[in-house]
């Protein structure tokens, strides 16, 4: 009955989630000539209302009074990171319900400033003004590179990753602020990660630790996620209801994600 209980409270956060922009997966063909190009943080990404910071599923993130200094009146839409390869760390200070002084590793970095009039760039110049008359140091706007063509595109992606980075995302500039996910905004990575709820844990009966995860998926599908597990992990597995990120190459003829790997828990 717990167990029931839990994932429907899991799915009914997800019904509630914030309408915000969400990228679509860039393929080959897709002219990106000209669009705007900027390294895709592995952080938690945080909206801010005007009034406190939420998670992209509408959850308060517990910010420390002096962190939010000189924010303005408008919105904005960033992610809070330190630096690569530093998810679990980051999850960990910023999803604590009482900030401590790890926060101030934490930087915001704004990727846009929702329904703002303009195109991308007058609505990025927007926020950039305002942080410059009232300073704080750890408010950053993410530098965004204009793409010369394929080739450049695919250039800064593997400086990204040899630095084990994530991956860029692609915006076109000319389109006013919207919501959803959109053509016009696309993500760049070697490999692409999606999200699952936890929904069963198949455990071996020769060595009684987790053999795999039954993960059911936004749209239905469900499968076995086996992989990625450090054995730590494998001894204490995520739980029912939890949501966990794994990294895919694409999907089956029956819509299953291929070659699925575990990541993390998303306590976001």
């Known amino acids: 009955m717990l167990r029931i209980l839990v994932s429907i409270i899991v799915s009914y956060s997800f019904l509630f989630s914030l309408e915000l922009q969400r990228p679509k997966v860039y393929k080959e063909h897709i002219e990106i000539k000209n669009w705007f190009m900027s390294e895709k943080l592995d952080g938690i990404r945080a909206y801010w209302n005007t009034k406190e910071l939420l998670t992209r599923k509408g959850k308060k993130i517990h910010v420390p009074k002096e962190f939010l200094k000189n924010f303005p009146n408008f919105e904005l839409d960033g992610e809070l990171w330190t630096k690569r390869n530093d998810f679990e760390n980051i999850q960990s200070i910023v999803m604590d319900k009482t900030p ?32 410059e008359r009232h300073h704080n140091k750890q408010v950053t706007i993410i530098p965004q590179i204009k793409v010369k063509d394929k080739e450049h595109l695919n250039r800064l992606l593997q400086e990204i990753i040899s630095k084990k980075g994530e991956g ?23 490999a692409q990660d999606m999200e699952g709820e936890v929904i069963g844990i198949n455990i071996s009966e020769k060595t009684k630790v987790l053999k795999s995860l ?43 994600p291929k070659f699925a790997s575990f990541l993390r828990v998303r306590k976001d």
């Open 100 to 131: 401590s002084k790890d926060w101030k590793e934490i930087t915001y970095n704004i990727f846009e400033v929702p329904k703002q009039k303009g195109n991308f760039s007058q609505r990025l110049e927007i926020a950039k003004k305002w942080f």
């Open 168 to 190: 860029l995302i692609v915006k076109n500039p000319n389109k006013s602020y919207h919501t959803g996910r959109s053509s016009h905004i696309l993500k760049v990575k070697e």
């Open 214 to 256: 039954k993960v059911k998926l936004e749209n239905g599908i469900v499968f076995n996620l086996g992989t990625g597990f450090t054995k730590k992990q494998r001894i204490n597995p995520p739980k029912i209801g939890e949501i966990v990120t794994f990294k895919y190459y694409g999907f089956t003829k029956y819509k299953k």
